[in-house]
């Protein structure tokens, strides 16, 4: 049976929950094709997207210069596992170096496959060059890095971590944006601090401005890699190419994910100079899909539309207009407003319901946010929402408020 063409939401929906693992809570809306910035249901109505698959369509819902590589690429060759080289993957990977400005890349697929391989190279990096016997990695309260069992081992969302236990040994963590509690949690056997610049799944927090500039100068001074995950935070979503950007930090390795592979297929990253990744020998390491030709094509396209940097101009404009709007919003339903670009973390004030239930009243109303931690919405729309659409989405959740 092909779901797709049934245009019914609630049969679908329902073949959905005695099908589909219940690891998700998704809103009632069936999605059947999108562009830009908007996504139409089964039933024809049309959606503005305010959650961009969590930054992952930070171009735009078949974004055309994506979609045309996509479909010459799908032409020429897709996939032929690493155990051969395709004329696609150095190329990219030189241009995905050379726009971190670093030496090398690891491709892999989701984001969670790069977290965890950056954890295995710090690990190696700290085994076999900086000469550590049992290696610790610091990580922050509130990160969310991905679900594998390693990745949960270090979490603190409980929902995240019970039952899947024995946990991964190795992780300390200490408060995010406190760099005072960071210094005493590094000790000889550190090798590395891995954090989100702004924590997305926390709620979009951004940290005190001498916080990164901190982090960075202690990984220097105890010899620690500083691990960006940019997996959401990155590629235009804050206004800039990298969150770090917006405090001139530069990390020993970024983590790249969700918009790299162009909202199209799955495509991360890490990035690092040669004398970290380069701990990596045949068969420590890989993935059978991890850079293949289709996703390599698409990421030196999202690599020449980065380079371009209208992305990041429209994220930085945009986004204050987006801010100014929510901020209006205070003391009328909405508590705070945090964020950088065009991505907010929308506090609710609990008398006008919760998250969720806003999330539901503002998709009646053709609007798509997702709320996080029970009274939070996140707003994080593809970057080619443009200033009036920003106003209707936010006259929506203005109404939604006032109901
Ligand atoms: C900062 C961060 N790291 C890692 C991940 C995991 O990415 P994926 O869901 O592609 O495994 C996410 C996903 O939301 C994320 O926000």
Redesign the pocket.
Known sequence: MTVGIMGNTEATIELDHRHVAHNYAPLPVVAASAEGAWITDVEGRRYLDCLAA???VNFGHRNPEVIATAHAQLDAVTLVSRAFHSDRLAPFCAALADLCGKDMVLPMN??????ESGIKVARKWGVDVKGVKTPNIVVAHN??????TT?ISFSDDETARRGFGPYTPGFRSVPFGDADALAPAVDDDTVAVLI?PI???AGIIVPPDDYLPRVRALCTERNVLMIA?????GLARTGRTFACDHWGVVPDIY?L??ALGGGVL?L?AVVADRDILGVLHPGEHGSTFGGNPLAAAIGSTVVDILRRGEFQRRSTELGAHLHARLNGLKGRGVLAVRGRGLWAGVDIDPAHGTGKQVSLRLAERGVLVKDTHGSTLRFAPPLVITADEIDWAIDRFAEVLGR
């Open positions: 969590y930054s992952a989701s984001g969670a496959e790069a977290v990160n969310f890095h991905g679900r594998t990745i989100e924590q997305g799944e995950d940019e997996i959401q935070s983590l994910g969700k799955p991360s």
